[in-house]
Nanobody, 115 residues
Framework: QVQLVESGGGLVQAGGSLRLSCLASGDIFSWNPMAWYRQAPGKQRELVAR???????NYSDSVKGRFTISRDNAKNMVFLQMNNLKPEDTTVYYC?????????WGQGTQVTVSS
């Protein structure tokens, strides 16, 4: 079964850090690209960061310089290191990946940043 499972969300104070993890089933090199999105209530899901199978990355302007996406192909995992978190980063974060032509989503993990 092809799936993505996220972990690592939680509550943190402004200025703090969290690391989100996404475990992918199947052949990790077939997951290309992989990405993190977030969606606040009543808003469209927005791209946070994306990484290709060879490690090329891109970020939304709102997180550039604060968040880092990476992948560990040996462990079938993708990570989102979030530093200097702000209250406006509060929302549900989703792992997304394209696997052999299809798009898959994780279940989402809540990130809450208190001021």
């Amino acid at each position: 079964q092809v799936q993505l499972v996220e972990s690592g969300g939680g509550l943190v104070q402004a200025g703090g850090s969290l690391r989100l993890s996404c475990l992918a089933s199947g052949d990790i090199f077939s997951w290309n690209p992989m990405a993190w999105y977030r969606q606040a209530p009543g808003k469209q899901r927005e791209l946070v960061a994306r990484i290709t199978s060879i490690g090329s990355t891109n970020y939304s302007d709102s997180v550039k310089g604060r968040f880092t996406i990476s992948r560990d192909n040996a462990k079938n995992m993708v990570f989102l290191q979030m530093n200097n978190l702000k209250p406006e980063d509060t929302t549900v974060y989703y792992c997304n990946g394209h696997y052999r032509g299809n798009s898959y989503w994780g279940q989402g993990t809540q990130v809450t940043v208190s001021s």
